[in-house]
């Protein structure tokens, strides 16, 4: 079966400016994760989507972060603006419901906020 | 909330030897999951093995294995006959049964010598 699909790879941005993220889960998983990966450090959940619902964006900077997942597939991360803290490895994964397959990582976007 | 902690920074070992590495967790839960997961310099995380909390019997993959010790709330990875393609960043991670969002280590960067 085909992976979870990010976009872009890498991305440099200055300060202030917008960036967008984008991932494609594995086809049937109805659950889907943006997590935040700071040099150095274990991956921090942003986000969980079940199907086209939010269930758990309790990390998410809301005056900043944004997300969305249309028709319960893709979903789209977007930062604006930046900061120079923003600079990470942002990762998509997704699950089953029933989650017997386990968790399915994408290859992930290194952002760089200069 | 959970967490988990894993104490080992950086670990080497010669090929073909075997290597521990220790995670700790901390939950209220008696129901959940826990997993080894292995993310080289693509990035992308990959399964190296799970563990249902509910099951007594080790998860064993190949050569990767596990020591469940769910009273001392410990979830150790073991690699027999370590291979140079095992060099990676290790991290432990947790979820739920009723929470599927993941919750992870800060990680083990591991480094066969050849």
């Known amino acids: 079966e085909a992976g979870v699909a990010q976009s872009p790879r890498y991305k440099i941005i200055e300060k202030r400016q917008s960036v967008a993220f984008w991932c494609n889960p594995i086809?049937?998983?109805?659950?889907l994760y943006w997590y935040q990966q700071i040099l150095g450090q274990g991956p921090k959940l942003l986000i969980q989507f079940q199907n086209n619902g939010v269930v758990d964006d309790s990390q998410l900077p809301k005056d900043r972060f944004s997300a969305e997942r249309l028709k319960g597939v893709d979903s789209t991360l977007k930062i604006q603006p930046a900061k120079l803290e923003d600079s990470a490895v942002y990762l998509c994964?997704?699950?089953?419901?029933?989650?017997?397959?386990?968790?399915?990582f994408g290859s992930g976007t290194r952002l760089t906020v200069v | 909330a959970q967490t988990v902690t894993q104490s080992q920074p950086e670990m080497s070992v010669q090929e073909a030897e075997t290597v521990t590495l220790s995670c700790t967790y901390d939950?209220?839960?008696?129901?959940?999951?826990l997993f080894w997961y292995k993310q080289p310099p693509s990035r992308q995380m990959i399964l190296v093995i799970r563990q249902e909390a509910y099951k007594q019997q080790n998860a064993t993959e190949n050569r990767f294995s596990v020591n469940f010790q769910k009273a001392a709330k410990s979830f150790s990875l073991k690699i027999s006959d370590s291979q140079l393609g095992d060099t990676a960043m290790y991290f432990c991670?947790?979820?739920?049964?009723?929470?599927?969002?993941?919750?992870f280590g800060t990680g083990t960067r591991l480094t066969i010598i050849p």
């Open positions: 939950t209220s839960e008696s129901n959940y999951y």
């Open positions: 086809s049937g998983h109805a659950t």
């Open positions: 994964a997704s699950s089953s419901v029933d989650r017997m397959g386990g968790y399915t």
């Open positions: 991670a947790f979820a739920g049964f009723g929470n599927e969002k993941l919750t």
